[in-house]
């Protein structure tokens, strides 16, 4: 009776090492989900005088539609709208400068990267 009470004990406790391993791994992956996308809008955000100068109007249309999604208006032969994230928070930003420390703009308080929480065991 021990020696079944002993091996289901050890099966359980093999079996939760297993999720806990899964879940780690789970994680571990996720970890660097939100790298790829910042990377992308970096590049897109360095281009942005290049098309503003530019004469592309196809290539113009493109990009706002990105920075302002669906919300765009025309007003007095003139496109208005609110940007979207992350656009939206790099304009916050402009306007900030030289109202408070840029170390404040550039990185609040939690950082840039999303919020990880740990696993307590």
């Known amino acids: 009776m021990f020696s079944v009470v002993l091996a289901l004990n050890i099966l359980l406790q093999i ?4 999720s806990l391993d899964e879940k780690m791994a789970r994680i ?4 660097n989900d939100w790298l790829e996308p ?3 809008w970096i590049k897109v955000a ?3 005088v290049k098309i503003a ?3 592309d109007l196809l290539e113009k249309k493109v990009i706002a539609k990105e920075i302002f999604g669906s919300n765009l208006r025309l007003a007095s032969r003139a496109v208005r709208g609110e940007p979207v994230f992350p656009y939206s ?3 916050n930003a402009a306007n900030l400068v ?3 420390p840029e170390s404040q703009i550039l990185v609040g308080g939690t950082g ?3 919020v990880t929480f740990t696993m307590s065991m």
């Not at 079996?15 to 297993?18: E, M, W």
């Open 15 to 18: 079996a939760v090492q297993k």
């Open 28 to 31: 571990e992956q996720k970890q």
């Open 38 to 40: 910042f990377q992308n």
């Open 46 to 48: 360095t281009t942005l």
């Open 53 to 55: 100068r530019d004469n």
């Open 89 to 91: 928070a790099a304009r």
């Open 98 to 100: 030289g109202q408070i």
């Open 112 to 114: 840039v990267e999303p």
